[in-house]
């Protein structure tokens, strides 16, 4: 089985800075993606960041210059770093993999349980 665990999330005030962490685990083949996705309440489940196995990298333009994504490929480990967070980033953040289980299957996505984080102003 396949398994995302993220941690890092927590409370923090305006301005702060929090770092998440995601770590695959289980049997697969590759890894083609690697990104966070949040959900606030009442809100759908955006993208924030993601980064290709080629090393490209996408954010949302609302945390462009403040979060940096990063992997540890040999790790299979994706890193989040957040910072100057603001009350609008709150919110339920999940990992996301998109990961080949065999060689010659089709591309999966596998989502972990996510982690809190909230900021307060």
């Known amino acids: 089985q396949v398994q995302l665990v993220e941690s890092g999330g927590g409370l923090v005030q305006a301005g702060g800075s929090l770092r998440l962490a995601c770590a695959a685990s289980g049997r697969f083949f590759s890894i083609n993606a690697m990104g966070w996705y949040r959900q606030a309440p009442g809100k759908q489940r955006e993208l924030v960041a993601l980064m290709t196995s080629g090393g490209s990298t996408n954010y949302v333009d609302s945390v462009k210059g403040r979060f940096t994504i990063s992997r540890d490929n040999a790790k299979d480990i994706v890193n989040l770093q957040m910072n100057s967070l603001k009350p609008e980033d709150t919110g339920v953040y999940y990992c996301?993999?998109?990961?080949?289980?065999?060689?010659?299957?089709?591309?999966?996505?596998?989502w972990g349980q996510g982690t809190q984080v909230t900021v307060s102003s």
């Open positions: 996301n993999a998109r990961l080949k289980r065999q060689s010659y299957t089709a591309p999966q996505d596998y």
